[in-house]
């Protein structure tokens, strides 16, 4: 569809892609969880008119919209089936790289090829959370166990050094961004699967990463204060709220930032 509200062809369908048609000797996994044909689609950030097609969860195609050529990434090396499960399938920012989630597994395919470049254990949890790096060849996953948050250098990938940076250890499933002073508060608690999770439901801390330094500190220990049901940071940055929840009452905290009173 043409999205250019100056262009006489403005709303209107410009393109049509049928992923059968153009791949006639391929056989596509068909499975009953995957009702949708097209699952995701992500552009290439070097060429707005290279798109990444998710189909069916199973199968990954880059098409070329302005010259209707299309080439499907090689899922054979992840030994795909019909119960196969692709998410989070996108460009790197490089536009060199294919990347796509399986299990608890990240895979990276090249563009260019269509090969399969890399496969890394990432988290013991399935479906996890992935972001790319707007500005710089990095990705971030994250897991509600174990290691929480991961960051990789795409340009070291396939090295057998230290491909990741362990960013931080704890659980996390609350962070609030405070853009004039470039911190981040994460909060930190005890996952219901570590076996202390229901014991200590009740408690939590708040560290606090400094983006210009890139060090985390703690900013609230770890105590039991009850449950912490949001936090919020004031658009000033000078406050930091939380809506906490006390044996069935709620109150909310505010903390100054500079004076931590």
């Known amino acids: ?6 262009s006489v062809t403005f709303g209107q369908v410009i393109r049509i892609f049928n992923y059968k048609g153009a791949f006639p000797h391929m056989k596509f996994l068909e499975g009953p969880r ?11 950030p070097k060429n707005q008119d290279v798109v990444l097609l998710n189909i069916k969860r199973c199968h990954l195609v880059i098409f070329n919209v302005e010259t209707c050529m299309a ?30 989630g399986h299990e608890h597994y990240i895979h990276v395919w090249s563009a260019d090829t269509g090969r399969l470049s890399s496969t890394i254990n990432l988290h013991s949890t399935h479906r996890f959370p ?5 500005n710089c060849n990095l990705i971030a996953t994250g897991s509600m166990i174990h290691t929480a948050i991961k960051v990789w250098d795409m340009d070291k990938i396939q090295s057998k050094e230290g491909n990741d940076l362990k960013v931080y250890e704890n659980p996390v499933d609350m962070i609030v961004c405070v853009p004039r002073s470039r911190m981040v508060f994460v909060k930190k608690y005890y996952g219901l699967t570590s076996g202390r999770g229901y014991k200590y439901l009740d408690s939590f801390g708040i560290d606090v990463w400094n983006l210009y330094t890139g060090k985390c500190e703690t900013y609230l220990p770890f105590e039991r204060y ?11 940055g000078q406050y930091l709220g939380l809506l906490m929840v006390t044996r069935g009452e709620s109150y909310v905290l505010v903390i100054h930032l500079r004076t931590h009173k």
């Open 1 to 6: 569809v043409d999205l250019d509200n100056s």
């Open 34 to 44: 995957f009702g949708k044909e097209l699952a995701e689609i992500s552009i290439s």
């Open 130 to 134: 992935l972001a790319i790096s707007p």
């Open 71 to 100: 080439k499907m990434i090689d899922v054979k090396g992840i030994n795909a089936t019909n119960k196969t499960y692709l998410f989070s399938s996108s460009f790197s920012v490089d536009g060199r790289h294919v990347l796509a």
């Open 226 to 236: 009850g449950q912490l049901a949001q936090m919020e940071a004031s658009e000033d």
